[in-house]
């Protein structure tokens, strides 16, 4: 059994990652050019880390299922990426942003690699910029920022509400300089099937071609898995539709540990469903929350009228609704974290407060944001006497130009002008927090077999604070594996060229080609997706913002019984050698039916609340905090760590017991 060793270095926190670097062996240039390293996923992680690797000398293998980088889903970020470089001097510091993370995760992440993380955050910045990124600047030229849900400052840069896609640029860019030079060896339209390991090290994939279908195998000293999250796992999330585990899940059956399963993030700002046949649903990013206000109507009749179109939210006197947020929660108000926003919302709607005719929507709405900014305006243009009308008009231009894009998007998606009208949204499936278990030097418990980005555990613990995600993802990718992955491979220098001529390439290219034949000539009677959808219900049904005991064990045995007849009847039509999404789909699915149970096992574990993961049997019964979330740092400050065993509900559960020397163990309040 493989020993669970976070590897954490030694020493004061704050010298932790400068000793390590001072400490660990070096690649000479001369043999980083006969070191080949395979990185799977060019999102955001996997493609500053392509770069970065294929910069120092190494020869890069990168893979991506797309056409090209520029699609991977951390294209869709939009709200920005966090760094503690305070230029609002409103008080930041690495401790603050590393203090903010470790409390937004609910302590259940491990203190070394998130110190790490805030304190590499600055560098992400000065390399963005440097790279070209249009990041936003306040009126004297400098870097602006804007808060983010459960912080007391202001340290989230952006691109207005592009800031995936100007990063993901900048990032590509850095790539292709490096496909130019011949250093990155890119395979666009490739998915990775299975890791290849050779004397219990990753030593290649095996990955199909997705427009000929040809089946391939790739060698190289290392691995480094940036496959992004598995949000996809309840079907309908705001995740890119391609977005899939089965690189992650492929490494856990072949020894990687599998972590926190449970701890996903539903986001509470997304649009609202609107019925049976979606199959996507949109963020609306969490930077709105900045300025607008969430409410629902504070009776419930007028909740049933406003449900019957009978009655119009602007209809409503200030008296009649309930700004819950901020009742609830006076000192972070519309800005408390993702959970806590979104359990929020779903209580209020279970108790009929909903506004839309499902009754599963709430209100963002900026009609104090155009008056407060309307104002402001008035008096900086010297306007005596402005009407109501003018200062409104003036307060929606200035919102226009911090989010026009997301309003634009959201009057496409829902035909309702948002400036004159609140916004509806709902909590969505967004972020997977849990992922693929790694140490310190973010290696899995397979040698020499890495994983950056969404698709590790991450350092957000059990809930991710916004604007963390492409702060961990470029961290990862440019700040941290470079250095990690040569201390590893230093050890490789003499290996030689890794042949693909091996039994150990002929049993993996095996496994992957007999489960391809059998999805050709299974010959079942329903598609893909209908099984997709079947686990996604459940999923959000019993595995969703609010989990029992009951309904998980009600869970983990409709998952497989699911998993039993998609095995049985799926039906894939085609064949395997073109271009054939519906095999892809099959593929991934496959894995989602197995990961769905653990995620469910894994909750079922865990009982208590934390973070994103909100147990009804754990609840404060009084004081203060009566009806919020309980903790149990006692039984459960540990990461859950998944050991493959075949069926999922056989998995054996290693644990990390998470050390807390820097940072009290307090309750999570946002009053
Ligand atoms: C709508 C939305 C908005 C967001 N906004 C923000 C924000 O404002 N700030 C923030 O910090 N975070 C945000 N996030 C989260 C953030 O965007 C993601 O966590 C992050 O971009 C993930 O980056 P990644 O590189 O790990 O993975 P991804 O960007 O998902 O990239 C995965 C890569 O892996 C490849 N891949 C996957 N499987 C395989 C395979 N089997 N074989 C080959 N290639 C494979 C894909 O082709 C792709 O290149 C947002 C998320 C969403 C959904």
């Known amino acids: 059994m493989a020993k669970l060793d976070s590897k954490v270095p030694k020493g004061p926190i704050k010298d932790k990652w400068t000793t390590y670097k001072d400490k660990i062996d070096l690649v000479n240039p001369a043999n980083k050019r006969h070191i080949d390293i395979i990185v799977v996923g060019t999102g955001l992680a996997g493609g500053s880390a392509a770069a970065t690797l294929a910069e120092l000398g190494y020869n890069v293998k990168a893979f991506a299922y797309q056409d090209s980088p520029r699609r991977a889903h951390s294209i869709a970020a939009q709200g920005g990426i966090n760094a503690s470089k305070n230029y609002m001097g409103d008080g930041d510091s690495n401790y603050r942003l590393f203090y903010d993370t470790v409390k937004g995760g609910d302590y259940r992440s491990r203190e070394a690699n998130v110190y790490r993380l805030a304190e590499v955050s600055g560098n992400i910045i000065d390399q963005c910029v440097a790279q070209g990124v249009p990041f936003a600047r306040d009126y004297g030229g400098l870097l602006d920022n804007r808060s983010f849900g459960g912080v007391l400052v202001s340290r989230t840069f952006y691109a207005k509400g592009q800031t995936g896609q100007q990063l993901l640029l900048g990032c590509y860019s850095a790539m292709n300089r490096q496909i130019a030079r011949g250093k990155i060896e890119m395979f666009n339209r490739h998915e990775m099937l299975d890791v290849v390991k050779v004397d219990g090290k990753a030593r290649g994939i095996i990955a199909r071609d997705l427009i000929s279908g040809k089946i391939e195998r790739h060698s190289a000293h290392a691995v480094v898995i940036a496959t992004g999250g598995y949000g996809n796992v309840y079907f309908l999330s705001t995740n890119a539709m391609g977005s899939n585990a089965t690189a992650a899940w492929k490494i856990h059956k072949k020894g990687a540990f599998f972590a926190n399963p449970c701890f996903t993030q539903i986001h509470p700002t997304c649009i609202p469903r609107s019925g049976d046949y979606q199959s996507k649903l949109t963020l609306m990013s969490e930077s709105l929350r900045n300025d607008g206000r969430i409410w629902v109507p504070a009776k419930l009749e007028d909740a049933k009228a406003i449900q019957e179109g009978r009655l119009k939210p602007t209809e409503l006197a200030e008296d009649d609704r309930d700004y819950y947020l901020e009742r609830r929660y006076p000192a972070f108000g519309n800005l408390v974290p993702r959970d806590v926003a979104s359990r929020a919302a779903k209580e209020r709607c279970d108790a009929g407060y909903g506004v839309n005719a499902t009754g599963e929507a709430v209100y963002l709405d900026f009609a104090a944001a155009f008056q407060r900014y309307g104002k402001e305006q008035a008096k900086i243009k010297g306007i005596k006497d402005a009407s109501k009308e003018e200062i409104i008009k003036l307060g929606q231009e200035i919102i226009e130009e911090k989010y026009g894009n997301l309003f634009q998007m959201y009057e496409k998606i829902i035909a309702e002008n948002p400036y004159e009208t609140p916004m509806m949204i709902y909590p969505a499936t967004h972020y997977t927090m849990g992922g693929v278990w790694v140490d310190y030097n973010l290696m899995t418990t397979v040698e020499g077999l890495y994983c950056i980005g969404e698709a590790n555990f991450s350092d957000h613990g059990a809930n991710r604070l916004g604007a963390s995600a492409l702060m961990q993802g470029l961290a990862d990718g440019y700040f941290v594996l470079p250095y990690t992955i040569g201390d590893y491979l230093s050890d ?7 042949s693909t001529d091996t039994k150990e390439f002929d049993e993996v290219e095996k496994e992957v080609k007999d489960k391809i034949d059998f999805f050709i000539n299974n010959k079942g009677t329903k598609t893909v997706d209908h099984f997709h959808k079947r686990l996604g219900k459940v999923m959000w049904d019993k595995v969703g913002m609010s989990r029992n005991e009951k309904d998980l064990k009600e869970a983990m045995a409709e998952i497989k019984a699911i998993r039993e007849e998609f095995w049985k ?47 009804e049997e754990s609840v404060e019964l009084d004081g ?33 017991e998470l050390e807390f020397k820097d940072i ?4 999570r309040s946002y009053k």
């Open 624 to 656: 203060e905090q009566k009806g919020e979330a309980k903790r149990n740092d006692k039984d459960y400050a540990f990461v859950s760590a998944w050991e493959y065993k075949g069926e999922p509900a056989d998995a054996v559960l290693h644990k990390e």
């Open 664 to 667: 009290e163990l307090k309750q």
């Open 492 to 498: 490789d220098i003499r290996t030689g060229e890794i």
């Open 569 to 615: 009847d799926v039906m894939v039509p085609g064949n395997a050698s073109e271009m054939n999404p519906e095999l892809e789909k099959a593929g991934r699915v496959a894995d989602f039916l197995e990961l769905g149970e653990l995620f469910a096992k894994d909750a079922l574990v865990r009982n208590e609340s934390c973070g994103g993961h909100f147990r």
